[in-house]
């Protein structure tokens, strides 16, 4: 049961400028404003005076992104910035459902603010004209200022009766990058690259009682080695490669037995690895036929237990037919065997291979009127209604 009909209303907005300088130099800047809200009262089976819940979801973010480019003979420069700052606002509250009527506390409020800036630059030097080399780097900082409300002991309990507490947390990351591209022939190029990442942690981190954290967590790190060729044709083209990640594993915690303060450690790192190809056919009168297939091996460093919502392998096959203003697509993929964790648990329940088929059909006005450009799409996701996700035995 709710109180009316949902609605989440939300709003984009930019202003861009895109200017050529001459000497081969470039560059272009977006302002934008984004906004999410999304507030609902909603109900369970039974009614109570506190059965019901009065939810808010929201934030509004400002931006700025900013770019500069510049190609010569040598080679091709890039650098830029970005930065973001956005305001959000989020609590659960027990209402009554005939009411609405929240109760005093939450079970949970939080307002932060985010502030995000990443500058960047890389320089793509021509060694010779069939060999390229890329290198650059981005620097990675967020900074989040968090006010945590008392509640009803749900998250993080009454805080010993102020009405909150402050966090403050910063990270930084430097994140390099590079590459190597080697064309053997005009349609055929080999190449390697290395690139690095970061997931921040989340607010969550203080969830927890008093809201007392004695460590605040890092970022988690990422690497990524790839090595793959592209090959295109008239009628045909491929790509593949070779990767490999490791990642840093998701923080666990604990509480300090002197202090009762929570600390928060790294879990196992990850190691994937796999092959994946996809290619596309012309076969002719406006039909193409689309093919992808990925194999997976993602584990735990130190054991041969799988990472969760891993599949060991993907495959998908596509029919799309392009006629005047119309196109239409047919697309089958195929998931194969993954697992799913079960609390301290790794490789615990496992996931049988599942399939999903979905259709779409699309009109492009391509004639001189005011809707030149205007796309009409229809799609059918999940065409055969599949729910056929079985869960298999659980590991021993």
Known sequence: MCSSDLQIPTDFDYV?????LGAGWRIEDKVYTDRYYNHQKYNGSSITTTSGTDKLNSYRKYGNSFSAAQDSRFGKFRAGFWY??????????????????????????????????????????????KLTITAGFKFSNYSMHLNQFADNGKTVGNLGGVAFVTHDGVYHSFQPIGSLRY????????????????????????????????TTPNPTQTKTFQFGSVLKMN?????????????QGPYASAQDPATGETFYYLSSNTLSKGFEAEGNIVVGHGVNVYLNGTLLSAKYKGSDLWVANSPHDTETIGVTYLHK???????????GQMWNDNGGINQAVAIDPFAITNLYFNYTVKQASFLRGTKFRVAVNNLTDSHNIKIGRAHV
């Open 16 to 20: 861009g400028i895109n200017s050529q």
């Open 84 to 129: 973001e700052l956005a305001y959000t606002d989020r609590y659960q509250i027990p209402t009554d459902p005939r009411t609405w009527i929240d109760a005093l506390v939450p079970n949970f409020h939080e307002k932060f603010i985010t502030q995000s800036a990443q500058p960047y630059a890389q320089y793509e030097y021509n060694v010779t004209r």
């Open 183 to 214: 064309r053997l022939k005009n349609n055929w190029t080999v190449y390697g690259q290395y690139t690095t990442g970061n997931v921040i942690p989340p607010s969550s981190v203080f969830d927890v009682k008093n809201a007392a954290v004695k």
């Open 235 to 247: 009628r045909f083209t491929l790509d593949s490669d070779v990767f490999f990640i490791k990642a």
């Open 325 to 335: 203003n119309w196109d239409l697509g047919f697309f089958n993929k195929r998931i």
